[in-house]
């Protein structure tokens, strides 16, 4: 029998997401961001008591929608940055701000450390085209042009060559797997490869940072896998900065590196799909993750105890990465408890006790609620 032990590992906890410090590593850094729609809307950031208020009494009292409220956050270099939230939360708002497709009414914006807010029409315009491109749920494919010209087409934009830029698009047709299907026109392909020419259109102009607004919300089911497995891959083979804005949680999960959470313009939680799962920041955050099976979400970290002397020797070996769900598996599948190595060093173990516990949403040692 095992010792009750202290757990390793403390539950995850979430970085404020009110003002982080500036990360080295951030494309985009905003700070304080409001959008305010209505009249004098620059009254409501400024004034704490009208900002304090609600929706509606902010529309009784001023006429104003606050659709971004008092909004920090930092996307780092390389990873997908989720923003999610129900309709009308706020998202498609937020990030038309970062390239001011919709200007903001108070805060700042940077992005690789210069300021958006007081860039010059030219430069926004350089901004929009070369370093965060936009992917819009209907990526406006022109119908009387072929998949490659379609493709090639934010190239032509930008003002490269024909030769140079039906290459380019060539390269990016294979690469959104639409071999052979070059020549076709939009109406001669089925939704999904048609998001997928509106993808690749994206991916050709080589932005800094993708921004898509909830680009696959009108897919049906199959597709929509699909396509979010298409999103994993090119993430992973080409590691660039996406922002995906998305209603749907098992996309934010499946996608997001980090995921904000909205809720009426506000972030009320920053943080990994561990994190957002594992240890909700309040109630509404509980609520919406309620039914997400936990063991597919969290890792070993949050289930592993501290070895005992002889138990970092046996016992299927998991990386810290590795899910509950495999690691429920490893266990039922060997009868041994699960060792988790990292660098060829055994940085703790995962046992019946502690598996159920982190299923259960109770930590197995001290039966306190993890969630
Ligand atoms: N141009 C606008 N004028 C007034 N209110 C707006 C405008 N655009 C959006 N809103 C309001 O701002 C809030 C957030 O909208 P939006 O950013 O589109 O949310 P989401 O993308 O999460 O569905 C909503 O209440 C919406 O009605
Ligand atoms: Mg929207």
């Known amino acids: 029998m095992n010792q009750p032990t202290t757990p390793l590992t403390n539950p995850p906890t979430n970085p ?41 009494e902010l529309r009784e009292r001023t006429g104003c929608t606050a659709a ?18 129900l309709s009308g939360s706020g998202k498609s708002t937020l990030v038309r701000c970062l390239t001011r497709l919709i200007e903001p009414t108070s805060g700042t914006i940077s992005i690789d450390g210069e300021d958006v807010l007081s860039m010059d029409t030219g430069r926004l315009r350089e901004l929009r085209r070369h370093r965060a491109a936009m992917v819009f749920q209907h990526f406006g494919l022109l119908p009387h042009r072929t998949v490659l010209d379609n493709i090639a087409y934010g190239l032509e934009i930008q003002g490269v060559g024909r030769g140079e830029r039906r290459e380019r698009a060539a390269e990016f047709v294979a690469k959104v797997g639409l071999d052979g299907m070059e020549h076709r026109r939009p109406s001669q392909l089925s939704g999904g490869q048609q998001q997928r020419v509106g993808l690749a259109r994206a991916l050709a102009v080589d932005p ?39 209603h749907d949680l098992n996309e934010a ?69 590795a899910t509950v769900h495999e690691a429920i598996e490893a266990v039922a599948r060997t009868g041994e408890n699960a060792r988790v190595v990292e660098d060829g060093r055994c940085v703790g173990v995962v046992d019946h006790a502690g598996l159920l516990g982190v299923v259960a949403g109770v930590p197995a040692a001290t039966g306190k609620a993890v969630a």
């Open 253 to 321: 999960l499946k996608l997001g590196d980090r995921i904000a959470l909205m809720r009426d313009g506000r972030i009320v939680q920053l943080g990994t799909p561990e994190e957002i799962v594992g240890a909700p920041a309040d109630d509404y955050v509980r609520d919406f993750v309620r039914d997400v099976p936990r063991e597919q979400v969290l890792t070993v970290r949050s289930a592993m105890r501290p070895a005992l002397i002889g138990e970092s020797e046996a016992g299927p070996a998991l990386a810290p990465g």
């Open 208 to 246: 800094e940072v993708l921004l898509f607004d909830e680009p696959f919300s009108a897919l049906d089911p199959l597709i929509r896998r699909d396509m979010q497995e298409e999103v994993v891959r090119l993430h992973r083979e080409e590691g660039r900065t996406m922002v995906f804005i998305t």
């Open 68 to 85: 971004v409220r008092d909004v920090s956050f930092d996307v780092r270099k390389g990873e997908v940055f989720v923003v999610m939230g």
């Open 16 to 56: 404020p997401s009110k003002t982080p410090d500036t990360d080295a590593e951030a494309v985009f850094s905003v700070r304080d961001l409001w959008k305010v729609f209505g009249p004098k809307a620059d009254r409501v950031p400024a004034d704490p008591e009208l900002g304090a208020l609600d929706a509606a």
